[in-house]
Structure formats: structure tokens, C-alpha cells
């Protein structure tokens, strides 16, 4: 097994020029997998709401919710760096109400950070977080809490002006105790400019190729999600039509008697099924 992956093995890893590797994960099964084929980072993302639960958006998930699918994937994946995603208005209401919700996710669920949306706005509740001991990533371009505001799932930070404010947005949460910032669907001349800048690893999902790491939405990479794909994804498997023959298959194996076999059934033990046969016939 191979060492805990903490802060310090991801900036030792930004400092050597080593990429980092980070997907999100919902649960204890894809954690597994995850954890050996050795991911640096798994988001417990927001996301599941629209990829596990079947929302349109992410605005529906609850602290509750976030907190049992973080600690089923930390079961899963005991050696990754897991990032618990705050949800929508666990973090907006006050600084206190941030910190109380924040410190559910380490305490119970046993994260090594937490996420959230948001800039300059957010720099009072990233302090509050780091004073009391609580690792934050940051998250700003595309942020799907803020779609409303946005106008939906758009790219961020195409203009000068846009790309300007991003980029200050990230040295102020940096400034604020950041550990790490995600930069969503932003132009990557934009995205250099910050990782250039920056003393934390910068993480893209969709901003280029020049952050310290990269992230995709696990169902999004293995086709099992189909409802939009964004530009960015780049599909590694197709699960979907995969699982779709299988259960096709099972339902017709069902149909035409051809499952269960002889060889899906448990045996009596000979004696005991000569005897079953003498009292109950064939």
C-alpha cells in the first residue's frame, strides 16, 4: 500500500513538476478502484447530484447527503487525499455556520479538505477555515452553484475583464490560507497565469493543460453518464452500452429459462439428497 497522499506529497509533487491526478468519487466501490489505480485526489463532489441522484443541478444536495457518500469513499480510498464538497448555502449563510459544516466533513467523514465556490466574496469564511485548522480548496470559473447567476454552464474568464477578475480571485483566496484552487472551464492562457503566480497547486477541469493536475467527473470519463458532456471531457470507456447488453442479456437469459443453470445452484450432500428424494420425490 502506498503512503498517505497529505498536502505536502501534493506540493512536493507541484514543486518537481509532477502532475497531479484527481477525479471524483461517490462511493465505496469507485473509491477502490480509484485507490489502486493510485489517483492522488478524489472530490466527493457536489456533482452527485446530477450524476448519482438524478438532479438537474447540484443546488438540491444537503450536508447530510455529502457527509455519508465522503465517508464511504474514505472507507474506499484510505491512502487518497479526499476533498469533502461543501454544499449549496452550508458555507453562504455565515462564517460560523461555514465552520460548523466544514468541521462535519473532517470530523465525521474524515476528509483531508474541503471545497467551495467563490472569490473575494468567500475570503472572510476561506481565513475562518484555515484559522480553525480546516484545509480549503478554492473554486473559481465555471462554479455550478452560482449558474444562476451565471446564466447556466458556461465557460468563465473569456474576456480581459472576466479573465482579470479570476485571476485576482485566486491570489485573494491564496492570500486567504487556500491550499489548493480548482479552475473550472476557463481559457488556458488564463489558467497559466495563475499556476505561474501561485505558491498551491492549481487543478484544472477544463482550464488547460497548464495546472499542476487535472480533474474529470468520474462518470463523465467512463461514459456512464449521458445527459450532456462537457467540451473538456475526454471519454476513456463507455460503461454505458456496456452495462446496457449486460442487464439486456440477463433480462432475456431470465425470459427463455436460460439462467439460473445448473451451475449457478448450490448441491445437497449425496446422502442427504437420496434421502430428500426418498421422502419428497423428484
Known sequence: MRSKVTIQTLREKMAKGQ?????????YPMALLEERAGI??????DSLGMTVLGYDSTLPVTMDVMIEHCKAVRRGA???????DMPYMSYQVSVEEAVRNAGRFMKEAGVDAVKLEGGRNVVDVVEALTKATIPVMG?????????AMLGGFKAQGRDIQAAEAIINDAKAIEEAGAVSILLEAVPPEVAKVITDRAGIPIISIGAGPHCHGQLLIVHDMLGFFDAFTPKFVKKYANLNSIILDALQQYRQ??????????????KMQPDALARFKEKYGD
Open 139 to 147: 473554486h473559481l470559473g465555471l462554479t455550478p452553484q452560482s449558474m
Open 19 to 27: 502532475p497531479i491526478t484527481m477525479i471524483t468519487g461517490y462511493d
Open 253 to 266: 437469459d431470465v425470459e427463455t429459462h436460460t439462467f439460473p443453470s445448473d451451475e449457478h445452484c448450490y
Open 78 to 84: 484510505p491512502t487518497a487525499y479526499v476533498i469533502g
Open 40 to 45: 492522488d485526489i478524489i472530490l466527493v463532489g
